[in-house]
Every structure is written in structure tokens, then in C-alpha cells.
């Protein structure tokens, strides 16, 4: 279910964005040739991996009445909402991404007739530390897709000698200043 929407409050202010409801389970899992019989029950019922069950987005354009000679600034600034999301069709514990937000701001300042502009853009201005998919290459019990440790709590691995548990991130805050010209 996704619902979008776009309102000019004022000639100078406007708000946009969207809401998205997914529901998304694994139905039939068929198992790799040599697994056993019950490797489908532990994943069948499942949230499919890669589908936040709620992502959600609001983004505010306001061209300030500042009256300045020859100048128009204006300010923007979204928000991005994703809630928990995990990596791992076993439903694998570490590679599960808690539910957050992002947060962008920008203002820029250009001629009455927008032909020159200068812009300060700032991206995950919190600097939220976020990851944006992972791999478990380690022992998964088939029947809970629990991870298996051994007594010193190690990974027993399925690839290489020590297993393979990879995240990879979003992006880090990030400041751009943009320069711009209409021709």
C-alpha cells in the first residue's frame, strides 16, 4: 500500500512525500538439492529479506520572503523513515538493520531570474550510521536460521576458515556546496 501527496500551502511553500506499507512473506521456499526436508519450514512465513515493512518520506520547499535585492533563498529539507529490515533469508539476528531516519537540508541563493545560484546541501545531517545490506556466510541452524558458535563464540564458517559477515553502509554525512549556472 502506498499513499502519496504534494500540497502548495502558499505560492512560496510546499510539503511532499509518501507513505509505503509492504507486507511481503516468503510463501514456498524451495530448498537447495542435499538440504533437508524441513529447511523450507524455517524460512516459509518469513519476512522476505530487503523489505522494510514501512518506509515513509516528507520533503519541505520554502522560498523565504526575505525581499533581498535581486535574490531569491530557499530553503529544503526532507526526511526519510525506514523501519527494521533484515539482510538474511534465515532471518539471521546480525544481519538485521534497525529502523531509522535520514535527515537532508539544503538552501540556496539565486538571482530574481534564476539564472545564477549557489547552493549548501547537506546530506544525513546527523550523520546516522546505517546499513544498507549484509552477508552471513556462517552456520545457520535449519530449523530456528540461528546462528551456530562454537563454544568460544565463533562463527562456524560455510566460506573460507573463519566465515564471512559483511555489512555495508550508507553514506556518512556529507556537505556539498554547489555553484550553478542557467544558459
Known amino acids: 500500500v502506498e499513499l502519496d501527496f504534494n500540497a502548495a500551502i502558499t505560492d512560496d511553500f510546499s510539503l ?18 542435499g538440504a533437508a526436508v524441513t529447511c ?3 524460512i516459509n512465513g518469513k519476512p522476505l529479506p530487503f523489505a522494510p515493512k514501512y518506509k ?17 533563498v530557499d530553503l529544503n529539507s526532507s526526511l526519510v523513515y525506514q523501519s527494521k529490515t533484515n539482510f538474511d533469508i534465515n532471518q539471521n539476528p546480525y544481519a538485521i538493520q534497525t529502523a531509522y531516519a535520514l535527515w537532508d537540508l539544503g538552501v540556496t ?17 546527523t550523520d546516522k550510521q546505517y546499513k544498507t545490506s549484509g552477508y552471513w556466510f556462517g552456520a545457520v541452524n535449519p530449523t530456528t536460521g540461528a546462528p551456530i558458535l562454537t ?30 549556472i542557467d544558459f
Not at 16 to 33: E, L, Q, R
Not at 66 to 72: A, E, P, Q, S
Not at 165 to 170: D, E, H, L
Open 16 to 33: 511532499s512525500g509518501g507513505v509505503n506499507y509492504t507486507d511481503a512473506h516468503i510463501n514456498k521456499f524451495i530448498c537447495p538439492t
Open 56 to 72: 515513509g518520506t516528507v520533503t519541505m520547499d520554502w522560498r523565504l520572503p526575505l525581499n533581498l535585492d535581486g535574490f531569491n
Open 109 to 125: 541563493v539565486r538571482t530574481k531570474d534564476d539564472k545564477y545560484s549557489v547552493s549548501f546541501i547537506a546530506k544525513n545531517l
Open 151 to 180: 563454544p568460544a563464540g565463533n562463527v562456524i564458517p560455510t566460506l573460507g576458515k573463519e566465515g564471512v559477515v559483511t555489512a555495508f553502509y550508507g553514506n556518512p554525512r556529507q556537505i556539498f556546496l554547489s555553484l550553478g
Open 40 to 42: 523450507a519450514d524455517a
